[in-house]
């Protein structure tokens, strides 16, 4: 399964507004922020890609599924750049003319390249 940017744009945005850096959150709860909502698979597949890639904090439960307890410094740093709208907007853009996929790394240094030059050409 390929991972899904947006998808993961929003658990970041989501993780960071509702994370008290203690509790988990449920997939279920991100389901009902997100639209369209995905699949479990889908929302376990990124998930997972997050925590084993050390953007997010996970806690396992019992049935030995990752729930989200927070984000790293490395996930708010990768937030922050991918935060506006129109850098978001642009960043995909560019994405989709130049290769479809990209590693999250590129996608951070494209995000920091179109928000330089949207502060610059201000």
């Known amino acids: 399964m390929k991972l899904d940017y947006d998808l993961i744009r929003e658990i970041l945005l989501i993780t960071e507004e509702h994370s008290n850096g203690k509790n988990h959150i449920l997939d279920s709860f991100y389901q009902k922020q997100i639209s369209p909502i995905p699949s479990n698979a889908t929302m376990r597949t990124n998930i997972e890609y997050l ?41 995909k853009e560019m994405i989709r003319e130049n290769a479809g996929t990209m590693s999250m790394d590129i996608v951070k240094n494209i995000a920091v390249k179109v928000a330089e030059e949207i502060i610059f050409s201000s």
Do not use: A, F, H
């Open 51 to 91: 925590r084993m890639s050390g953007y997010v904090q996970c806690k396992l439960t019992n049935k030995g599924v990752y729930r989200i307890v927070d984000l790293t410094p490395k996930g708010r740093d990768y937030l922050d750049n991918i935060r506006s709208e129109k850098v978001w907007k642009k960043v």
